[in-house]
């Protein structure tokens, strides 16, 4: 099978540890919290690539750390600043740590892994995320070039969870309300993108709910004829599965 890295290899992260520290809590919006970490140890950071991760620890589980998965939002060198957004889903460490954060608390994170490069081949570029990877998408549509027609769906609980994928790209995406259909999460994104126009070309970055990315994935390639190539596919959690692993490509 083709790979879906979407023309760049899996980087896996760094297992440096950066012990940061909680500089600044934000809530964009009721469901997500925007930490800003900051530290020394972020001197030795790497950029991270669009739709990139960081793993972030959150206590030990035996002699292993507890880690869970996130996008870096935003890397600032100079400031050794890193913002992450959590959404505040309930049950989960990750989530659970995100809610009651304050200026102050320590966190540390690996990495950053990915190396995902976005392209629009024919300037035309789909994003289908949920809140999770909302993120993710922000930056990469940040990453293509000016002038690139993008066309974004979100599915999001409720009206209050819309807030913009990016503050330099302008993008009006299509909100889809899970809290109005009560069905499984992300089958709102799979009916969605089967109603997008048959003619479309473009290149596609698909994150959501593991079984739900799976369904978009088939319906692009088997049913639009979408080159693998073209489509970057990413599972960002599955319902009912704690830890859910960073690399599902959401290809089986
Ligand atoms: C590459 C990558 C990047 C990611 N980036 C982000 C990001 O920037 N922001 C972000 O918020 N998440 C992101 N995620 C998703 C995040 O890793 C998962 O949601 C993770 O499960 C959260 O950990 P937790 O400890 O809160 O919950 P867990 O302990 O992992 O799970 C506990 C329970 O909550 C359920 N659950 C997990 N996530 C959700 C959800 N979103 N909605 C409803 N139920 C859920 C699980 O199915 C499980 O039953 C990313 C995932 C990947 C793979």
Known sequence: MASNTGGGAKRRPRRTPHELTVKQVQRPVPRVVRVTLGGESLAGFDQPSPGGHIKAAFGWEGERPTMRTYTPRRFDPEQLELDIEFVLHGDGVASQWAASAEVGDRLTIFGPGGRYKPQARSGVFVVVVDETAMPAAGTVIES????????????????????????????????????????????????????????????????????????????????RGVDPERVQTRGYWRRGQSDYPDHDYGED
């Open 144 to 223: 293509l070039p000016a002038g690139t027609r993008i066309i974004a769906i979100c599915e999001v609980e409720d009206p209050s969870d819309e807030r913009p994928l990016s503050q330099t790209v302008e993008v009006a995406p299509r909100w889809l309300h899970r809290s109005t259909h009560h069905g499984e999460p992300s089958a709102l994104l799979s009916t969605a993108v089967a109603e997008l126009p048959p003619e479309i070309d473009a290149d596609w970055f698909v994150a959501c709910e593991a079984t739900a990315v799976r369904a978009v994935r088939r319906h692009l390639l088997e049913d």
